[in-house]
């Protein structure tokens, strides 16, 4: 009675294409919103579902994701009576070395033993590349109604609002009493102007019996777990697959286009409710810091901001992460300035992003294109001399 | 367990010149500055000059104040060895344990004390706004061998006769204490602010206590009561910025200041941060209707009307057409469109309907109490 | 916030049948069964019954009770949503806010429950030895659609007259109250536990306050108000083991029974474990003079004498020697050397020096206070 | 003022010859004295110095360490300002392909940024196989006393107490009364009747400023960071090398046998109230539990139980750990048996160490010597048919 599922979340999503904002930091890190990241939300579903635990699996290191989800109280993973965030890290290094090598890397024996100590009915495999906000109780009700061993999350986007070169699957849905995922098809084969297809969203809720049997099969035939795979071992065996349609807002980040719009989609306040004013509030890890200043001279409109900002210029249509300066004169527009941010005097910049601590000096103009913004690296200090050679 | 110093909070009183703010809340947990309580500053005061065990003596409508300190994790004050403790009234085989006064809620808590075995005790008010280093006064206690230490700050020679004036000799011994002198000899005003050896102390509250029972209060009677005894007593002079938020006018008046990111207060100093229990909230949302200047706005807010010279607190909500002025806004206040809000301190969950007006002056701020409405709509929804 | 349930634990009652055992700490915080304090079992059913909202109204002598529950840590009940909250006296505008009964306790703290509102409001008594899923009763309470559910357990029939008795008709519906009846029509003792509709039991409280302000007692005044108006009361039976240990001998016996790993209490289930605060201590030490049967012992004892059917709780020590008979030790309690305890009950921190003797019977348990010294050298040291 | 030091534990210790108790886990994870981990002590002297972050380096996955340590809470390690426990697993494995591959791991950044981020006058840098109760206060103390930029202990021993063969370096101190480190010897080059001895306790306080320069060094040298590779550092710079004595019990963890010893040793009460009943307790990850219960037929002498157990048989000069059961009959006597054993009834055991969860079935007779303790692995279940084979 006391947790309602155990966790696992993939945190490999590729990112590559994420360059060079994933240079140091999984996809689950990436700041989100002025003051998330991507973790945030898979984390959130489990905190307002009260669940206790979770088991992570990270391609690198993941130090900057250890440093962001500390002990997990931010999200009440960390009772001292069956909760705990359980990370396993380097899970791409140490798969390619134990092909190479044939070391067993207990990869398999890493998510039974979580699954069994935690000793619930139900499982969830997610990952943290499809920004959502998921009421998970909604989801076990669903899943119990249905009485299927295993259901996936889908929402019907149009093609168009996936990139053309997308990880998306596509989910085969049949309609009527009951919504079952009959097929799973590459997202990539669908046409771009299919007005309705359903996405699959990289979550699925099992039942722990199921789940196990699956691993075993994961287990023998060297698979990933993931969603992904468990959808395909269910059909596989004609298991039925429960449909659970998502309504709410979701953006498959996959690269710097989708990264930026997905930002900027929060300017529109349909989309920010949706993620963030829900029920269900989206949960980080908060940082003291003072509000934020408006100077005298500030100008700033349809944008959003964290705390701890000091703002003296104008900014449109942006977001502007923690502690960031914008000095007089300047002008940000279009534009996602990640934390510690600071903007000269009479800088102007259109369409970029900066990842942490970018340092603009006074008078430089930066402007990308809504289609291509510009991608500025941690730390970076852009002066009139440098700034066409940060511009590649 | 063995502790060098033990700071007491003292945050039961009611602040009852602050009207209708202090009816459900103690005043230390009044909400302050956009995203603050007053306790914090006392708080982050001892956290910051590493005095990690603190009593928060409550009495006067403490819920808001219990769940605002917690375990004290939000100053980093949760720790194994010591951390912060509420304490309350309770009852005993003799009787019910209230608090009397500031001597008499120390001596109602002498048990509490007694656990920690500090050496000394430093006394503190829940309901200043200042940044001041305990440490520092604490060596100061040390290196003149003092019985009590008292905080004083020099104010203004006009103003004097209404504090309580510590009277030095060259060495800064407090040699005579005068509670709102007419004629001032000194301008050193008691902070409410002490160091006490925690033995001695003790010696005088339990002697009294087996006697008359009338130590109640630091000022009236245990200073007298030390001068009496020619105990060894220091003033240790504190400057910089330092507020008694009592009145409406002056807790108007500190979080005016506190806009300016130039004020002497600087609480934007990472050095010496002011922490308070973070509210999670998603940023901050300037529409396209906007328009604030000279203000500061916390995590929350969705403003769509104009702000000049204001502080938004966390989860505020300014309809378009709605101008706020001069005014300090606290925690989770909706405001209409086409609204006035001039001069004013609106309470927390305050709702003010689209069109109403809530204008003061300076020197008469307007106030809207805690989840008071105003306007149209009040018996809808 | 919703919460389906609300646990309310009754723990500010003195509990003055336990004598000297009860006059520094509330009878909820008395150590028991070697690592265990009383509120433990009801902590512990609450987290185990899925039940993690509890606010736990203390009122005499709280400081050890608040040290022991903290944040509710110990029972995995530190969480974001709900939690464990200490609920003790206050002061407001109003006067101050001091608990004269269990129903009164509860409208004291309405404000607390509202915050949470709850559909159901748990009361438990933080005073009973048992184990039991509070979430069965509540979905009986659920099934039955009642107003109020009350738990009761059967009891002896010639000990009924010692309780309050519930007469239920074929459905379990109660029908009527007695307390103590001479002439019992039932043998189902109330337990103190109840599960309230709160919307229905706030209105009877708010009511009743603004007019003659009587209802201060579940048992004497809420049951028999509801019985007049016809409110939908069941009666839920538990079968298991329940003790009220509300004096010396009770307490005993239940220690005594809890020896044995075989009693029905069954406190090594690791599927409904008793939870409680760990303390930090090195292991149990049994010397080679050590004689030790159907005990049990506890961390950070050291054993270097004879102890027979008997319970150390932890940081006991016992000199050569000494012989611990049919006694119930608590918490860092020093036994000399060539002492004799039998049939005892030995407070906290107490000290037995060498030679010293303290022998009950098993009508008449002798008893030691917390901190008392008994013996030879009681002056020195 | 807040902290005093940043902590860095080495947790690289050669786990050979401590085989088969470490083929799942690191030194620092060792099971010690009925329910502590050998890292308890390091992390025990930096609770009892309010030390409020650590940063970790481990040889392996770290698992059996993270379960342990959680969030660090247990030794006030969590703070939201500015505390911490900062793990680094895998430390050997990366250095190993980093070098044969030519990567940069980052071992050196992460020392930086850790000590950087701490923000203390003092570094620390310990490992965690040799077992003791430092207080730190009183070392950092006598550092500012002494006013060296570095501190290295030490405790004066017979050689003899060391094993032949032995990782513990010998410190040549001059006497008198500026006490310094002036030389570092190999231990095993003493003879073994050495009467008086300095051993190193691979443990050094150093001034923050030193240690960077110190770490500068390490760096372009590919030097491990240790405590014997800063001393050795500040004696080929000419660095006056503080000595601090330690008097309190220690024991170099280094082979079966000397784990043996160690845990034999606490059952000198001398050794055990010097090592848990100073001033500064001992302070490990407590788990709930009921009393352990002695029956009727038992009989238990010299000996140190944790809690949870069950005892009907017979117990004498042994240490048993959480959850064990021990049935009538039995008679275990100068043994180690780690949490969970089951030993059957009239089951003989003499000279001992159980790993965790060993079951032994009726009947079964086992004894090693004092000088070769029979070493049994994890989950083992001893028949009277197996038990020859166990016994290799």
């Known amino acids: ?392 | 367990m063995k502790t060098e110093t033990l700071a007491m909070v003292l945050a039961g009183g009611q602040g009852s010149r602050l009207g209708k703010l202090t009816k459900q809340i103690a005043k230390p947990a009044v909400p302050f500055g956009g995203k603050y309580r007053i306790i914090d500053f006392a708080l982050s005061n001892c956290a910051n000059s590493g005095i990690m065990n603190v009593g928060v003596v409550t009495q006067y409508q403490p819920q808001a104040l219990n769940d605002h300190v917690g375990d004290g994790k939000s100053w980093g004050l949760n720790r194994h060895k010591g951390g912060a403790t509420i304490l309350q009234p309770y009852a005993s085989v003799d009787g019910e344990k209230w608090f009397k006064g500031t001597a008499h809620a120390i001596y109602q808590n002498i048990d509490f004390i007694d656990r920690h075995n500090p050496d000394y005790v430093l006394i503190l008010s829940g309901d200043h706004i200042y940044k001041m280093d305990y440490s520092k006064m604490i060596d100061f206690h040390k290196e003149t061998a003092a019985s009590l230490t008292v905080g004083v700050i020099p104010v203004p020679w006009d103003e004097a006769s209404r504090f309580g004036i510590m009277n030095t000799d060259l060495t800064n011994r407090i040699i005579e204490f005068e509670e709102k002198p007419k004629e001032p000899k000194s301008n050193l005003a008691s902070m409410g602010i002490y160091v006490f050896n925690w033995a001695r102390l003790r010696q005088y509250l339990v002697d009294n206590q087996a006697k008359d029972r009338t130590m109640l209060d630091f000022g009236h009677d245990v200073i007298p009561a030390y001068l009496r005894n020619s105990e060894k007593m220091f003033a240790y002079s504190f400057e910089g910025y330092w507020k008694d938020v009592g009145t409406l006018e002056s807790l108007w008046t500190a979080n005016m200041e506190l806009i300016d990111p130039t004020h002497e207060l600087n609480i934007r100093d990472r050095d010496w941060r002011i922490y308070s229990r973070n509210p999670d909230t998603p940023p901050q949302f300037l529409t396209k209707d906007a328009d604030v200047v000279n203000s500061t706005i916390t995590d929350g807010c969705y403003v769509a009307g104009e702000v000049d010279h204001s502080i938004l607190s966390y989860n505020v909500r300014v309809g378009k057409g709605s101008v706020v002025k001069d005014s300090f806004i606290m925690p989770n206040v909706t405001i209409g469109s086409n609204v006035r809000v001039e001069h004013a301190i609106i309470g927390e969950d305050a709702k003010i309907y689209d069109g109403a007006e809530i204008i003061g002056k300076e020197d008469e701020i307007a106030v809207l109490g805690y989840e008071e409405e105003i306007g149209g709509r009040k018996d809808e929804d």
């Open chain 1, 1 to 392: 009675m006391r947790t309602k599922l155990a966790a696992i979340l993939n945190l490999t999503e590729d990112a590559e294409r994420l360059q060079p904002l994933t240079e140091q930091r999984p996809v689950a890190s990436l700041p989100f919103g002025c003051r998330y990241r991507l973790i945030d939300f898979p984390f959130s579903s489990l905190y307002n579902a009260e669940v206790i635990s979770a088991a992570l699996f990270i391609s690198g290191s993941g130090h900057s994701l250890y440093d962001h989800i500390r002990s997990g109280s931010t999200w009440g993973l960390d009772s001292p009576i069956g909760g705990g965030v359980f990370t396993h890290s380097h899970i791409e290094w140490k798969w390619e070395i134990a092909k190479r090598e044939n070391i067993d890397v207990t990869y398999y024996d890493n998510h039974r033993g979580y699954v069994e100590r935690a000793n619930t009915d139900h499982v969830l495999i997610t990952g943290s590349g499809i920004l959502c906000n998921v009421n998970l109780d909604s989801v076990i009700q669903y899943h119990e109604t249905k009485g299927n061993p295993i259901t996936a999350l889908f929402k019907n986007v149009t093609r168009a609002s996936l990139p053309e070169e997308t990880n998306v699957l596509r989910y085969v849905v049949n309609s009527g009493q009951a919504e079952n995922v009959t097929k799973v098809e590459s997202m990539n084969e669908v046409p771009m102007d299919a007005p309705k297809v359903a996405a699959g969203m990289d979550m699925v809720l099992m039942d722990t019996e199921f789940f196990l049997e699956y691993l075993d099969y994961a287990d023998e035939n060297m698979k990933e777990v993931s969603a992904a795979t468990a959808v395909a071992y269910a059909l596989k065996q004609d298991v039925l697959i429960s449909a659970y349609e998502y309504t709410g807002y979701m953006k498959s980040i996959e690269d710097i286009q989708t990264y930026y719009e997905a930002n900027m989609d929060m300017l529109d306040e349909n989309n920010f409710n949706s993620l963030f004013y829900r029920n269900e509030p989206v949960v980080t890890r908060t940082r003291h810091g003072a509000p934020t200043y408006y100077g005298a001279t500030s100008n700033v409109t349809n944008s959003q901001l964290a705390s701890d900002c000091e703002v003296y210029g104008n900014v449109k249509n942006s977001l502007i992460f923690r502690k960031s300066k914008i000095a007089e004169g300047a002008t940000v527009s279009d534009s996602v300035l990640m934390q510690g941010a600071e903007i000269g005097k009479d800088v102007v910049l259109k369409h970029v992003i900066f990842d942490k601590k970018v340092r603009v000096e006074d008078g430089v103009h930066l402007e990308g294109t809504p289609d291509n913004p510009i991608v500025i690296k941690k730390n970076t200090v852009i002066t009139k001399e440098n700034v066409k050679e940060n511009v590649q």
